[in-house]
């Protein structure tokens, strides 16, 4: 059983960054692929990022292009988000995501989510 848990919300300005991350456990994950997603109060959950467990290529939104970076530690069974130069549309709760397969950017085809991080960006 997949377990995803993450860590890092919380509340910042305008501009600020924050790093948020997330802890994989329950198996190896080398054919997997991880996301992070996000929604905000009365929206549907949005693709943020996306990379594969064992590959380094990386995709973004474009709401979030040139401001976040995806990463991972595979040593430490570990997933990143570093969101730099944040704005108010950035809050929302931001999930960790996994699925195995292809690469994917809809929430339907991920099969294991972590429990969520608020974000908040005050002006």
């Known amino acids: 059983q997949v377990q995803l848990e993450e860590s890092g919300g919380g509340l910042v300005l305008a501009g600020d960054s924050l790093r948020l991350s997330c802890v994989a456990s329950?198996?190896?994950?080398?054919?997997?692929?991880l996301g992070w997603f996000r929604q905000a109060p009365g929206k549907e959950r949005e693709f943020v990022a996306t990379m594969r467990w064992s590959g380094i290529s990386t995709y973004y939104a474009d709401s979030v292009k040139g401001r976040f970076t995806i990463s991972k530690d595979n040593a430490k069974n570990m997933v990143y988000l570093q969101m730099n130069s944040l704005k108010p549309e950035d809050t929302a709760v931001y999930y960790c995501?996994?699925?195995?397969?292809?690469?994917?950017?809809?929430?339907?085809?991920?099969?294991?989510w972590g429990q969520g991080t608020q974000v908040t960006v005050s002006s």
């Open positions: 329950g198996r190896t994950f080398g054919n997997y692929v």
């Open positions: 995501a996994a699925k195995s397969g292809s690469s994917s950017y809809t929430v339907g085809d991920y099969n294991y």
